[in-house]
């Protein structure tokens, strides 16, 4: 893996012939002789290679086999189990903990990326001072000084940090905090869940963001959360909620949104409102459900409707599902908006969620983040309150939406140290930069939910003069300790005595804990109070009385799939992931409605000014997309870095100032004081992966009505009527050759969300290269696997249909019958292989390929870097110009089971071998297995009454099998 | 004329690679690197390990039956035996000390198969292959040498013979010869 960093960065493919088309056509003969001359020659002596053995090699460590070590995915506060793959001695593969009980061996896109962060060639190296390298003993007395400074002149010690949600780390935070009279801890998300707490604090008094139990409910209505894609713990909730669909057929979902989400895309029935409707339409509906409960008070209804008839209507349709709906229901929103929050508290309690669908007692706690208090900080460190200023582990200065205040208010601190282990605009702010490791280095933990405790250990030494913000608060505050030992400490005393097997002894425990990677222990309950009903209308006047502009257009500020904060925009995997939904790479864009586009003029990818009623205002390219609310345009957060590194710097723009305080919270909404055309700006190019959207009523994604299932007759639709038979059965190749196994893949439509960590997971397990923005408009991306998206239906509201697609290994295969020099053939297992090493790069196969699933190295894409080097898979062949390559099925892993299992003279079993794909699915769409075994799980599932090949119609044979989408219809109300 | 000379000399060698690499007689002799023996940092005898004194290989090179890298021993395996045997000869304490810093000794390879091509020991081991048959002789050698092509033909034939027609001692070889055995 490694994209060509430098040539990423500056946009410019990885290589170019300049010089090769400025040459006479002799001369270049001439010294394409001489090269072969010479590379004949050098073909005699022996290249001098090294081999260098451990001095001592620790037991448990062979050259070549992988070991595995258990810890906590450092990609977001949702803190998803993760096993780490370490090959000689280098972590190279991040994948989903099975056993994990919330992540349950899903991991995003965001975690498979996580491991190339280790390998950032633009990592800080160790501490500077100003920018200038310095030492950590120069570092520490300077520090250690300022802080005995403040306890002399009893100015603040200020610590602002992401979530940490660690016992160990909170108690280390509240000692160092504890040494000094004016200390506050501050904690910083660039996701802001602070109105969801503060809801709860008003109705139960506990100031706690609920664990959601997607797996618990039977109907879920979501107003603008895209659980399944980036809100609170999107990994969990798909699996939660992709078990719990699978399992009972009447499961539905209503999702209300402005864009179209990942979440909308999935739902049962959609409605589009802008974020202001949504509040409008929360309140409705908490006043039809209360109503027809008949447990409306005088009070609640005095309240004067103030919305829209078409508010009133989604409203009305959505209380009658609530209501008629006799299992478990739940009710989610992510407006940042405490009294918007409160609405859909109520209207949990009102339908007697708690408990069963919102867990309070043993809450999340993820997001702890506060922007109030961020906003009182920066107060205090204007005032020159503020003696010493830690930041770690977040970014204000470039989403927070007054980035220069705070600037400005960072530069009044004597002693301003910043931790991140990557420079970014925060770091550049700070006096002293004293770099963590990653967090792959250090250890670490985490407490996602009550009660659950994860680790994180560290897999290899620092790669360079880092230190952990733990083992710096430590060294800080005088303490002769490590955090490792600071960790099992406080394991010891107060996670192991509320263990389960307390009993035994505690080194025993702690190192089933690292093996496992967590633990579950009895969490005391949160005392939850009882509901006030009191909060109610108050909550409603608020919303209801809000100001309303008939026809204004709103905006909408939102976290993408593939990036969302922008923390690691120096990924360039991530980078290059399309988004599931527009399917761009390399920047953002405004996603605006077709009917808007038309009003005002708006073509694909023109630039458009967008300013909010505070004053600022953003130029960004427009993206037309259907299914998007006509008045409101939405935009992704976390582009337009400055500082992330060549990489990440300039993709997109930062939309992070139109976020309005209000209250002292991020509003990651608003009206747009104007939408507007940027004139005299050419058009933007989006690099997309995919520039067709639409099926024409081509049979390529099946869909299968859901209640039908089992019944063979009836069911799917294939969508061959009008295929003859005959052309069906047509064959040019006669009976394929008998192979020992063919192994093949079931990928179920109906689990398949389109998230997209599938096809992260394969970029890093493959060795597969991000090749810049240039290149992704040309069509020389490089994904192995994609997701192919179509739209049908109208503009307003389409059906979307997912569909993962990657080399299908037909039996009948186009591209082994067209290359010239037998670089692709098929093999005794079945599969369709690519020879590397005798492909000449004619592209004959990509071109018959009809599922146009292969890809050609058009460049040297691998890095040149030596650090990006050390994160390649080493079971994988890096590929080089002019060689075609695509998905191999994870041969390496399929030889590496079979090497085992005949090494243990026995079969491989079925579930032996997991493609990387298939490990990483958070909604566990994907099975692969041996197709010809009638036992195993792929064969059974490809037997489903709902499965189809992909344009069966021209008779490939494919292995790679799909089960057909259930049909989206209303919910029943 | 030094224009001249130069398309002169690489047309003439343009034409000797060309006839090598196109005839089957010579284009196996392109990367071939039989009789390979470079000076190793430690003087370093097989013959006296294995033969003389008969430590069965697989003592030093212990992953080859656990993974596909048979691997050159840790200098601490050497100090096993050499913590007493020859304690004061120069090369042991050059072993010695590369355990008291654990700065490891630097060898040289000898045998290297090309980046595309996957080899793993523990399937040849397992089946009973003997080490000789790839690596050749090394018991005899007081400096390791290459003396097999390693070449994919090579390879291919004795996956073949093995297959058709198993040595003693050996059963269901199966050998594949498929691409996908080795390039991947």
């Known amino acids: 893996m490694g994209a060509s960093d430098a040539a990423v960065g500056t946009g410019k493919p990885g290589g170019t012939d300049d010089a090769a088309t400025s040459l006479k056509r002799r001369t270049f003969l001439q010294i394409i002789g001489a090269s072969v001359a010479a590379g004949a020659l050098s073909g005699c002596r022996p290249p001098r290679e ?17 070991n595995w070590y ?43 990326g996580a491991v190339a962060g280790l390998y950032d060639p633009y990592r800080r190296i160790g501490p500077s001072r100003e920018g200038k390298p310095t030492t950590w003993a120069e570092a520490d007395a300077a520090i250690s000084d300022a802080l005995s400074r403040s306890r002399a002149s009893k100015r603040q010690v200020a610590l602002l940090t992401g979530s940490m949600s660690g016992s160990a780390t909170a108690a280390l935070v509240a000692d160092f905090m504890a040494a000094f009279p004016q200390a506050r801890h501050v904690i910083y998300d660039p996701f802001p869940c602070e109105a969801v707490r503060e809801a709860h604090r008003r109705a139960y008094g506990v100031s706690v963001v609920p664990r959601y139990r997607f797996d618990q409910a039977d109907l879920v209505v979501a107003f603008g959360a895209d659980f399944l894609g980036t809100w609170l713990s999107p990994v969990e909730f798909t699996k939660q909620w992709s078990s719990k669909r699978a399992a009972s057929h009447a499961a539905r979902h209503i999702q209300v949104e402005a864009r179209m989400s990942l979440t909308g895309t999935n739902a049962d029935e959609r409605h589009t409102l802008s974020p202001s409707e949504q509040a409008d339409c929360l309140a409705a509906t908490l006043m039809k459900v209360v109503t027809t409960l008949g447990a409306a008070t005088p009070d ?40 918007v929050q409160t609405l859909a508290v109520a209207l949990n309690d009102a339908l007697g969620n708690v408990g069963t669908t919102v867990d309070l007692e043993r809450p999340s706690r993820q997001w702890q983040g506060s922007d109030t208090q961020l906003a009182s900080l920066v107060g205090a460190m204007q005032r020159g309150d503020v003696e010493v200023l830690i930041i770690h582990g977040c970014n204000p200065a470039h989403s927070w939406p007054r980035g220069k205040e705070f600037a400005d208010a960072v530069a009044k601190v004597p002693c301003s140290v910043a931790t991140g282990s990557v420079a970014d605009e925060t770091t550049r702010l700070t006096k002293w930069h004293c770099p963590s490791p990653h967090a792959l280095e250090a250890w670490s933990d985490a407490e996602p939910a009550s009660g659950i405790h994860s680790i994180g250990q560290p897999v290899l030494r620092p790669l360079y003069r880092t230190r952990s913000l733990q083992d710096s608060l430590l060294a800080w505050s005088g303490k002769r300790m490590s955090f490792h030992q600071y960790l099992q ?18 080194a025993a425990f702690w190192d089933e804990a690292l093996e496992r990677g967590w633990v579950q222990v009895e969490a005391s309950p949160t005392r939850v109070g009882p509901f006030r009903k009191g909060v109610v209308p108050s909550a409603l006047r608020q919303v209801a009385g809000r100001t309303k502009e008939p026809n204004g257009t709103e905006f909408e500020l939102y976290h993408s799939v593939a990036l969302r904060d922008g923390e690691a925009a120096n990924n360039p995997w991530l ?65 337009g870095r400055t500082e992330a590194g060549p990489i990440g710097n300039g993709v997109g723009v930062n939309a992070g100032h139109l976020a309005a305080l209000s209250g002292g919270m991020r509003r990651f909404h608003g009206q747009a004081r104007s939408v507007a055309v940027a004139s005299n700006r050419p058009a933007f190019p989006f690099a997309k992966t995919q520039i067709h959207d639409d099926l024409d009523g081509r049979p390529i994604v099946g869909e299968a009505d859901r209640h039908a299932h089992g019944s063979p007759e009836e069911g799917h639709d294939h969508g061959h009527a009008g295929h003859e038979e005959e052309r069906r059965k047509a064959n040019l190749w006669g009976k394929p050759i008998p192979s020992d196994r063919r192994w093949g893949m079931v990928i179920d439509l109906d689990r398949c969300t389109g998230c997209s960590a599938c096809v992260a997971a394969c970029d890093i397990e493959n060795n597969v290269p991000a090749v810049g923005p240039d290149e992704v408009r040309r069509s020389r991306d490089m994904h192995w696997m994609r997701i192919d998206r179509y739209f049908e239906g109208d503009a307003d509201s389409p059906t979307v249909r997912h569909q993962p697609m990657m080399c299908q290994h037909c039996a009948n295969a186009s591209c082994e019958s067209v290359c010239p020099v037998l670089a692709t053939v098929h093999d005794d297992q079945g599969l369709n292989v690519q020879v590397y090493n005798r492909c000449v790069g004619t592209r004959y196969c990509a071109n018959n390929c009809p599922y146009k699933v292969r890809r050609f190295n058009w460049f040297d894409n691998q890095a040149k870097l030596a650090a990006r080097r050390l994160g390649l898979n080493p079971s994988v062949t890096v590929r080089s110009r002019g060689v075609m390559e695509k998905c191999s099925l994870c041969i390496q892993r399929i030889q590496e089971a079979r090497i085992r299992s005949r090494n243990e003279g026995r079969d491989v079993q079925d579930g032996e071998v997991r493609t990387a794909c298939e490990q990483s699915c958070p909604a566990d769409a994907i099975v692969f297995g041996d197709l010809q075994d009638p036992n195993s799980r792929v064969a059974r599932l490809a037997k489903d009454t709902r499965a189809f090949s992909a344009l069966e119609e021209l008779n490939r044979q494919p292995a790679i099998r799909y089960l057909a989408r259930s049909k989206r219809t209303e919910v029943e109300a | 004329m030094k224009l001249h000379f130069a398309m002169v000399l690489s047309a003439t060698l343009t034409l000797a690679a060309a006839v090598t690499m196109f005839d089957p007689k010579y284009y196996a002799w ?58 004061d000869a120069p090369d042991i304490v050059k072993l010695r000390k590369a355990v008291e810093t654990g700065k490891p000794i630097e060898w040289v390879r000898v045998h290297r198969l090309a980046d595309f091509v996957r080899f793993d020991h523990s399937a040849h081991v397992a089946k009973g292959v003997a080490c000789q048959a790839c690596h050749g002789p090394v018991e005899t050698m007081a ?42």
Request: charged share 20%; net charge positive.
């Open chain 2, 30 to 87: 392109i990367g071939d690197q039989t009789g390979y023996a470079p000076v190793q940092p430690i003087e370093y005898s097989h013959k006296v390990h294995a033969k003389d004194n008969s430590i069965p290989c697989e003592y030093c090179h212990f992953s080859a039956r656990r993974g596909p890298v048979a691997g050159v021993p840790p200098a601490s395996v050497c100090m096993n035996c050499h913590r007493e045997i020859r304690k």
């Open chain 2, 143 to 184: 400096r390791v040498e290459q003396t097999r092509h390693m070449s994919m033909g090579w390879c291919v034939s004795c996956h073949r013979q093995y297959t058709a027609k198993p040595p003693k001692g050996m059963s269901d070889v199966n050998a594949r010869v498929e691409c996908s055995t080795c390039h991947y």
């Open chain 1, 50 to 66: 090294k081999i260098i053995p451990y001095a001592k090699q620790p037991p448990e460590l062979t050259p070549g086999v992988a």
């Open chain 1, 489 to 506: 400490e406080h394991w010891r005393t107060a996670v192991f005595p509320k263990a389960a097997k307390a009993s035994g002894d505690f």
């Open chain 1, 70 to 112: 258990a810890s906590t995915c450092p990609g977001c506060s949702a803190a998803c189990g993760a096993l780490v793959k370490v090959m000689d001695g280098r972590p190279i593969k991040l994948e989903g903990n099975p056993d994990h009980p919330l992540s349950r061996g899903g991991l995003c896109a965001i975690g498979q």
């Open chain 1, 575 to 639: 980078q290059e992931l399309p988004d599931p939904i527009t399917k761009i790479t390399w920047g953002n864009c405004a996603c605006i409605a077709p009917s808007l586009a038309t009003r005002l003029g708006i073509s694909e990818g023109q630039w458009i000014e967008v300013g909010a009623a505070d004053g600022s205002a953003l130029a960004v390219p427009a993206h037309v997309q259907v299914g998007q609310h006509p008045g409101t345009v939405s935009i992704a957060l976390g582009y």
């Open chain 1, 300 to 339: 609640l209804a005095s309240v004067k409707a103030s919305w829209t008839s078409e508010v009133q209507t989604v409203a009305d349709r959505l209380a009658d599902a609530l209501v008629a709906q006799r299992g478990k229901r739940l009710v989610v929103t992510d407006l940042g908006d405490a009294a």
